[in-house]
T-cell receptor, first 112, second 112 residues
């Protein structure tokens, strides 16, 4: 099986700072990783994904880093804005299996 | 059209009621999912439909009955629910040959 954990339940940052949210997974056969953002009262919103054949992927203001050696991934948000305040989940999957396993979530609080 | 829609947005039902949750997508996705999310917890997988056939049932009680009438629609029929079934019910879909799951806004269910 797979278990996924996040390192911090809450992360508080100032507007304009860079934010880093971390996630650890247990199964070395996991090969697809997704970050979701969930705002209050809404469904999870896809942010960025990465496959195990990569160690870094960049999007708009977001970067995902994957370290397969220690089974760790992180989401970096540049120039964090108040609109980034939400709960962030990492989710992990093995190719061929349809079950996403979610981490426990980190609440990002951005203060002006 | 690039979204998953869910109706109703909110639902209150008694333990003897029968109700249905609906999910729709018109993105040509061939896998659809039901998740349950309790407050301050990550989503938990309930059911997966792949090409309109049930492929995963995560040992969900029979008072929850999924149905996939066609490739765009997914229903969740509810009967004789318990108060502990109160939660946010999320639908998701994923494209053919891709594992990325895209979520709807959810139905917030309260069982009295």
């Amino acid at each position: 099986g797979e278990s996924v954990g996040l390192h911090l339940p809450t992360l508080s940052v100032q507007e304009g700072d860079n934010s880093i949210i971390n996630c650890a997974y247990s199964n070395s056969a996991s090969d697809y990783f997704i970050w979701y953002k969930q705002e209050s009262g809404k469904g999870p919103q896809f942010i960025i994904d990465i496959r195990s054949n990569m160690d870094k992927r960049q999007g708009q203001r977001v970067t995902v880093l994957l370290n397969k050696t220690v089974k760790h991934l992180s989401l970096q948000i540049a120039a964090t804005q108040p609109g980034d305040s939400a709960v962030y989940f990492c989710a992990v999957l093995m190719t061929g299996f349809q079950k996403l396993v979610f981490g426990t979530g980190t609440r990002l609080l951005v203060s002006p | 059209d690039t979204e998953v829609t869910q109706t109703p947005k909110h639902l209150v039902m008694g333990m003897t009621n029968k109700k249905s949750l609906k999910c729709e997508q018109h993105m040509g996705h061939r896998a659809m999912y039901w998740y349950k999310q309790k407050a301050k917890k990550p989503p938990e997988l309930m059911f997966v439909y792949s090409y309109e056939k049930l492929s995963i049932n995560e040992s969900v009680p029979s008072r929850f009955s999924p149905e996939c009438p066609n490739s765009s629609l997914l229903n969740l029929h509810l009967h004789a629910l318990q108060p502990e079934d109160s939660a946010l019910y999320l639908c998701a879909s994923s494209p053919p040959n891709r594992e990325t799951q895209y979520f709807g806004p959810g139905t917030r269910l309260l069982v009295l």
